[in-house]
């Protein structure tokens, strides 16, 4: 496939494979004509190129199968395809998986990041602070994590002043990747922003997280289990509302600062499950009884943040984002989503 001449209609973006990604390209491909996406993505479990078989075709579109931390593949990629812009998504972000194994979560999250903006800097950058003629706009987008700032009591909420105090391997991680993203301009001059998202949830999620596995189980007559007393409280954004805040945060959102993009659908874990259940009894019923018979408390999950909610006011400000999807009708269309799967 022939390069696009157009250097800066040109986003390299990092797991696009993986559950936000795979939602964000096609989003992106199909609001910018003008655009090409390359796709880096390592295929991990959590990568599933099934989820991008719609554009899969798309001469605007290119997949290349690697690592974030591969520095020789990072240069080759800018130098080949003129990358004019990254949006980075690729990240380990299973909290269960960082307790028992944090050392992927060092490499990729930390690691990686760090890889990518040296890749920017070097190929973007004259010298510090000095972009090179054909890449003045060029700009590099670092996708994060309302967990970096720890856990709220039953009030208050985050905001991009919070101070970080993370809690668990992933979110430490994440935390050091958004500081190396800071100290890329602060110290280089290169043009990035960050935005920290709340809980996503929605279609082509992995199967390991909380709405897909409260699903999955239920359908599959198993057990659901739910971590605790069940009372952990989420801030829940729907995917597709998440791909319209990363997109106004890219195209404008100011050089240097972050974004906080939260859903204003503030649930407990047990809230959750029921009403996911409710829909299920309604959608896809059992032949007998309810599918909340099948919920279980097991063990809570170590360090377990008792509840995030984010104040999105400043992108809802000062770019005129706002969350579109009802919770309801957005588990709605989940719960179709992974039925249909099922079949």
């Known amino acids: 496939m022939p390069d696009n001449s157009n250097n800066l209609n ?14 964000f390209i096609p989003f992106f491909l199909e609001k910018y004509s003008d655009t090409h996406v390359v796709n880096l ?8 190129l099934e989820h991008l078989k719609e554009i899969e075709n798309n001469n605007r579109y290119t997949f290349l199968e690697g690592d974030i931390c591969d520095a020789d593949l990072i240069t080759t990629i800018f130098e080949k395809h003129s990358i004019g812009s990254v949006i980075h998504f690729a990240a380990e972000s299973h909290v269960d998986n960082s307790i028992a194994s944090p050392d992927a979560f060092i490499q990729t999250n930390i690691h990686g990041t760090f890889t990518l903006l040296e890749g920017a800097k070097k190929y973007w950058l004259e010298a510090p602070n000095r ?8 700009r590099f987008h670092h996708i994060s994590t309302d967990e970096v700032y720890g856990s709220l009591g039953h009030e208050g909420y985050f905001t991009e002043e919070t101070p970080y105090a993370p809690n668990s391997p992933y979110s430490a991680s994440k935390a050091a990747s958004d500081f190396l993203v800071r100290s890329y301009y602060h110290t280089y001059g290169l043009n990035v922003v960050t935005s920290n998202c709340s809980n996503n949830y929605g279609p082509k999620q992995h199967n390991e997280k909380l709405i897909p596995t409260i699903i999955r189980k239920a359908l ?28 106004l945060v890219f195209n404008q959102g100011k050089t240097g600062e972050t974004y906080a993009i939260g859903g204003d659908n503030e649930h407990n874990n047990l809230d959750i499950v029921r009403t996911i259940c409710g829909i299920l009894d309604e959608l896809y019923p059992k032949k007998t009884g309810s599918y909340k ?3 279980a408390f097991v063990e809570d999950r170590l360090g377990h943040d008792m509840r995030y909610a984010i104040d999105a006011s400043k992108i809802k400000n ?22 249909e799967q099922s079949k």
């Open 293 to 295: 018979e099948q919920i």
């Open 220 to 247: 599959a007559g198993e057990k659901i289990p739910i971590y605790g007393d069940g009372k952990n409280i989420r801030d829940w954004l729907y995917v597709l509302d998440h791909c319209k805040g990363i997109d």
């Open 10 to 23: 040109t986003t390299l973006i990092t797991g696009g494979a993986g559950f936000i990604g795979s939602n």
């Open 41 to 48: 993505d390592k295929l991990t479990y959590a990568g599933n």
């Open 131 to 138: 972009p090179k003629k054909s890449f003045k706009a060029a």
């Open 318 to 339: 000062k770019l005129g984002w706002q969350a579109e999807t009802n919770f309801e009708t957005g588990l709605r269309k989940t719960v179709l989503w992974y039925i």
